[in-house]
């Protein structure tokens, strides 16, 4: 869950009368579709494949009862209410007062007020006023409890103060489940001292490519410890039935994505996963497995696809393999807005979701109130069966009777509540450090010399030496992990902060430089360096090459080494990459992942006591192979490829160094680049259309758009409505982008020598400059903007031709190939009119050089 940055055109509520017009035909046609596999597949028998779960949490003849009281009493209103979760900056404690919804969510990077430094006092308190709310039923008439919804996926990591526990990659190397069942029972204790009731964990991903810029949230590309893990976390997060299950110190927990986010083609973010359907259950499903059974009681459906459906409108998926088959008796939440990407869906209007098997909207941003509206038009009409509303309130109801929400005090009331000592609390900081020392994998150890004597003369340096925010990652704070200093996490400690500490304990010298520069030659360097925070698909890579087109990080070790300096690299990121430059370089060198807060488990393990013994010995062991290649995808068991160090390596003090300062270097990234068409006919997805004038935008909603200094129109070259008409009156600075909410690595295409190349007609010269190329966060003004006016006033007015900028061009105006936006947009001062009907990404010899 994040925050939207795609702009969608407000609907209007779907009307009555076109309801009435449409239920014959469509209700049936929606009937006919839900209830009916949609590959060749997906059969009664194939469900098979699936087991017949035996789930600790058990039904109950009084619970049932109960919820079966409950669901009487409520009109359809106050049912639909029930499945809509709306975010916090979307909606006011009148809305929850008048609407009555069933939960709400803060998503990656909100927080109460808006205040990134929200104290716990701020949390409480929203979360007592949205509580007192939903039970006054002055207006909406209902009692029932609301439920608030947080991204706590490695540690409370919205709140200020919080451990941040290492990410899943890293805890996947630890191979410890009761590890990971304190991790968890740490995180429910911080989440419910700010009167939060459910965490959207744990994230239970294989990620199969690790250019998919969630691998750090997969413990493994391996099913081997997912169940185990699942379960694990599942108890620490919700207690054991029977025992302490759901009690004042629980929270509700979520198993996620279903179903295999992590095996999309390329490691696209919310792409398709084209597995067979035994591969599916047997590679991407085991935490559904071990999770489900442990007695998870809510479920997120995954953005991406199974063969080519969405899994958020898979009836086949939802219903007949989750709930029917494996026997899932809580319910399933959407991810956000992931219901609008089912074809023939917005974010305001989606019945398709319901009758597939989601039980709850996750609808951030205003679309929440015609989402509504729609869906009580659509169940009046039987669009949506009254059956399938009635099952989807008596899940969500089962989990709130189950989690005693109508029995346990408010918020503010709670036993944990308020409790700020819980935030950042001493034991729960001792199990990350804890986590951080068993995460860690040592890759390379030449001439045994780690473990370091902290009495030496030590030089720290790299930019993540001392940052907090980059060895945490995304998800810490803001949604990205970006914009955060170290000021921004109270009680933490850098990996400097814990390597500073043990060194001058010992009697050493300690000397920080982030650029690797000193005064008094060291006797040894620690280098801490790697990627930057990203999070979902701004992570995503199209090769895993560490510091593609920049070498500064290799320089500085290569620097050091060439002063007869040994070097220790620790390496920070949220996935295995072809570092094989940086690993020569380096004597020795260690995977430390994303470690969070606690970055002085780092000196526990690679530095010695005092006397020279060791203390802490490295533990972890990769739960990922390590590529050879920065185009291998490579997973535990393939026969036709063979990784640079394989899942399961790790070495141990006094082990035989295995890797030498003679790996191949080459990236060998020789293959050429698919063509990428952005316009044919028509925008071609992910990207959409968006018109800016002036400080304000808009996105395209229709054929014929006027905004501001802009005029956009379709018409007819080839076929019907296959080119666009863009005029720009000169009234006010204008463009025109293709944007999309992730950005692109686009790298590839410079390496081979791609062009971007437009195909369009000049029908008004420029009386300004204009501006062709790449843009920033949904076409924010950045640099990557190449001017093309010579170009223009070059070309015939009235006859169609072609026009091709080099990337290499963009690059060298200043856009970040490795993280494109929007990778077509045109901008004037000026008037200006042009049509175009096809733009590419390809190679072209005739591309205008930089030079021209």
Known sequence: MRPTHLYRPKLKYTSLMLLAALTSGCGQAMKETTSQPTTDNQTAESTQIWPVLNPEVKADPQVEQKVKDLLAELTLEQKIAQMIQPEIRDITIEDMRKYGFGSYLNGGGSFPN???????????????????????????????????GTDAVHGHNNVIGATLFPHNIGLGAAHNPALIEQVAGATAREVMATGIDWVFAPTVAVTRDDRWGRTYEAYSEDPEILA????????GLQGTPGKDFLNEQRVISTVKHFVGDGGTEGGDDQGNNTASEQELFDIHAQGYVGGLNAGSQSVMASFNSWQGEKIHGSHYMLTQVLKERMGFDGFVVGDWNGHGQIPGCTNEDCPQAANAGLDMYMAPTPTWKPLYYNLIEQAKSGVIPMTRIDDAVTRIL???VRAGLFDKPSPANRPLSGDTSLIGAKEHRDIARDAVRQSLVLLKNKNNILPLNPGQKVLVAGTGADNIGQQSGGWSITWQ?????????????????????AVTAAGGQAELSVQGEFEQKPDVAIVVFGEQPYAEGNGDLDNLEYQRGDKSDLAMLQALKAKGIPVVSLFISGRPMWVNAELNASDAFVAVWLPGTEGQGVADVILTKADGSVNFDFHGKLSFSWPDRPDQVVN????????????????????????????????????TVAQLVLFDRAVKAPYEVELHSGDSKQQQSANVQTFGALSVSSFDLNVQEDARLVSFDGSESAKIAFISAFPKDLRGYWEQGASLIVNYRLDQAPTAPVYLGFGCDHGVECPGLIDISEQLNQASIGEWQTLSVSLSCIGKAGSNLGQVFSPFTLKTDGKLTLAFSHI????????NTCDQ
């Open 228 to 235: 185990s893990y699942a379960s694990a976390i599942v108890r």
């Open 398 to 400: 089962r989990v709130k």
């Open 114 to 148: 808006g205040d990134k430094h929200a104290t716990v006092k701020d949390w409480v308190d929203l979360a007592e006023a949205m509580y007192q709310a939903s039970v006054d039923d002055s207006l909406d008439g209902t009692r029932i409890p609301t439920m608030w």
């Open 481 to 501: 992990g970006t914009g955060n200093e170290n000021s921004d996490f109270p009680g933490a400690s850098s990996i400097w902060d814990g390597i500073n500490a």
């Open 840 to 847: 590419e990404l390809g190679v072209d010899a005739q591309a």
């Open 636 to 671: 535990r068991g393939d026969t036709d490829e063979t990784p640079l160090l394989p899942y399961g390596f790790g070495l141990r003090y006094g082990q035989d160094n295995t890797l030498g300062d003679d790996l191949n270097t080459d990236s060998g990234t020789t293959a």
